[in-house]
């Protein structure tokens, strides 16, 4: 079965930093890895996919990068914003489900 | 399109009673998704849909669960008779294939007293 950790679970940092959400998963057999913000009490809000075939994506200030030979995606934030404070879910899907890390949670202090 | 669409968004109900949770997927959605999140466990695939065809129930706890799509659109889980165990924040989520972007709804928050 996938396990997919994710490390930090608490994030902290002040306004205006870059910052970098780590990802592992235990099986590289994946066909795409998602990343999902979730707010307090909401639902998950897709922000990236990245295709196994693909090595990273990027909207706007995000950037996820897949390496499935090590097993590892990350999410880079450009210029953090108090916005940005949710908690920040990966999943590694081998194509018929998803399976989910337990999240960081990151706060961006004004 | 509105997105996936969960009701009841809350749900008090007593141990014994019966609760239906309902879901409105993405209009040419092809792919169904049930999660439940706890905070001990995480998010859990409970069962999975393709083209209105379970794929995957091994993740429902047991006989007390049940899951259908009676069409295209809309899928219900039911749980019969609920404990309170069964509480957490159930979500369904949608998406073209049973490989590309998956997207959530706002999930019901179920209590079970």
């Known amino acids: 079965k996938q396990e997919v950790t994710q490390i930090p679970a608490a994030l902290s940092v002040p306004e205006g930093e870059n910052l970098v959400l780590n990802c592992s998963f235990t099986d590289s057999a994946i066909y795409n890895l998602q990343w999902f913000r979730q707010d307090p009490g909401k639902g998950l809000t897709s922000l990236l996919l990245?295709?196994?075939?693909?090595r990273e994506q990027t909207s706007g200030r995000l950037n996820a990068s897949l390496d499935k030979s090590s097993g590892r995606s990350t999410l880079y934030i450009a210029a953090s914003q108090p916005g940005d404070s949710a908690t920040y879910l990966c999943a590694a899907s081998p194509g018929n489900q998803f399976y989910f890390g337990t999240g960081t949670s990151l706060t961006v202090i004004p | 399109d509105a997105g996936v669409i969960q009701s009841p968004r809350h749900e008090v109900t007593e141990m014994g009673q019966e609760v239906t949770l309902r879901c409105k997927l993405i209009s040419g959605h092809n792919s169904l998704f049930w999660y439940r999140q706890t905070m001990m466990r995480g998010l859990e695939l409970l069962i999975y849909?393709?083209?209105?065809?379970?794929?995957?129930d091994s993740g429902m706890p047991e006989d007390r669960f049940s899951a259908k799509m009676p069409n295209a659109s809309f899928s219900t889980l039911k749980i019969q008779p609920s404990e309170p165990r069964d509480s957490a924040v159930y979500f369904c989520?949608?998406?073209?294939?049973?490989?590309?972007?998956?997207?959530f709804g706002q999930g019901t928050r179920l209590t079970v007293v």
């Open positions: 990245i295709q196994s075939s693909q």
């Open positions: 989520a949608s998406s073209l294939t049973w490989n590309t972007e998956a997207f």
């Open positions: 849909f393709n083209n209105n065809v379970p794929i995957d």
